[in-house]
């Protein structure tokens, strides 16, 4: 019998109250939002009250500021992910049932939906307030990877958007619909990549040490657009490569698509993930290496 690793009894909700004949729970989910916008708070206040980070010594904003900012991207995050879920995975779906795009709570978002409402709620917050685009940017992307790699350990606590069937060691049982589907791919064993891991390890962890070492060590801040272009290439390559391992959305498998390829051309394709993440990859490269063009390297 093939080894691998019981999926642990987590419930989703961490504690749950009734009021008024309500019921009202906190989330790992919701946790993970709030440690990481916590997180991403101080360090972004960090980053501003150390001048010498930045061109001529002086910040774009005023640490103060940054609540404000957040404000905007919360929001950016949460229109972002749902608009991007309904029209990348399931517009037709969606057109069908245009009441139910805004029922955020039966869950559906999209990371790279979420990713373009941040871009442009940064935008329209440094617009409005004077402030360099890129510098916000640089100062966003530095903050960001400790609230995807906690997203992601909520995802596996949640035990959803699990991996590929595998009959590796490491492999996880998850309950539910993955062991169903596992089982008629696998038989009697079945067994799954941790996918949600492995994008904490290589989105989160492995990313934001990443940026903090090129912030606070090699001064990267200096030269507006690299931290932009390390966080857009480094999230895109990542997600890029965990989509072999990670399992397709459910709307894009099929019998005769049985890898959930949303394009295939001679034998080969690429999923919904790889398609998105190219763009990002492009354009990380074109600004991590723009400023290296420009200036001194670091």
Same mark, same amino acid.
């Given at each position: @019998?093939?080894?691998?690793?019981? #999926?642990? =009894? ?9 009021? #008024?004949?309500?019921?009202?729970? %906190? ?16 360090? !972004? ?30 929001? &950016? $995050? ?15 779906? +969606?057109?069908?049932?245009? &009441? ?25 917050? !440094? ?13 966003? !992307?530095?903050? $960001? ?28 049982? *998850?309950?539910?619909? !993955?062991?169903? =589907? ?27 040490? $990443? ?33 072999? #391992? ?6 894009? $498998?099929?019998?005769?698509?049985? %890898? ?7 034998? +080969? ?10 763009? @990002? ?5 074109? *600004? ?11």
């Amino acid at each position: @019998m093939r080894a691998m690793i019981q #999926f642990p =009894d987590i419930s989703p909700e961490i504690f749950s109250i009734s009021l #008024f004949g309500m019921e009202f729970a %906190l989330r790992w989910y919701a946790l993970a939002y709030i440690i990481g916008i916590v997180i991403a708070w101080r360090l !972004a206040i960090a980053a501003l009250k150390s001048p010498s980070l930045w061109p001529g010594q002086k910040a774009p904003m005023r640490p103060e500021q940054v609540e404000d900012l957040l404000t905007w991207i919360i929001l &950016g $995050v949460i229109l972002g992910g749902r608009l991007g879920f309904v029209l990348f995975y399931q517009p037709s779906y +969606y057109l069908a049932h245009p &009441g139910e795009i805004l029922r955020i709570w039966q869950g559906g978002m999209a990371f790279h939906g979420g990713l373009l409402g941040v871009i442009i709620a940064a935008w329209g917050y !440094a617009q409005r307030h004077g402030i360099s685009k890129l510098q916000m940017a640089d100062l966003v !992307a530095y903050t $960001v990877p400790a609230g995807l790699m906690l997203g992601r350990l909520a995802n596996y606590i949640n035990a959803e958007l699990w991996g590929r069937p595998t009959d590796l060691p490491w492999g996880v049982a *998850f309950p539910g619909q !993955a062991a169903q =589907d596992c089982g008629q791919a696998l038989g009697a064993i079945c067994a799954r990549h941790p996918s949600q891991l492995y994008e904490a390890a290589m989105e989160g962890l492995v990313l934001g040490l $990443v940026l903090i070492w090129l912030t606070w060590r090699r001064q990267s801040l200096q030269h507006p657009g690299l931290n932009l272009g390390v966080f857009l290439a480094g999230y895109g390559l990542a997600r890029f490569t965990v989509e072999f #391992f990670r399992q397709p959305d459910a709307q894009f $498998v099929t019998p005769g698509n049985p %890898l959930g390829l949303a394009w295939e051309m001679a034998g +080969y394709g690429l999923t919904m993930g790889q398609i998105l993440s190219l763009p @990002m990859i492009a354009l990380g490269l074109y *600004f991590a290496l723009r400023p290296a063009k420009q200036k001194a390297a670091i």
